[in-house]
């Protein structure tokens, strides 16, 4: 029994605060274009991004 989303994590672009949500983060950030910029980060600090209350 695989879960298809338990390898799958949230990754928010330091710079930018862009939200990304996979396997591995991007390499280049597709809103800034900073490279490297991705940190892990838990389900409900993504979520907290994504309705707009940036955590910085
Ligand atoms: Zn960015």
Not at 8 to 14: D, G, P, Q, S, V
Not at 29 to 45: A, H, N
């Amino acid at each position: 029994m695989s879960n298809p989303w338990e390898n799958k994590a949230f990754y928010r672009c330091t710079v930018c605060n862009d939200i990304h949500f996979g396997v591995i983060p991007p390499e280049l950030c597709p809103s800034c274009f900073q490279k490297d910029k991705y940190i892990r980060v838990s389900k409900k600090e993504a979520e907290l991004i994504i309705n707009g209350l940036t955590v910085k």
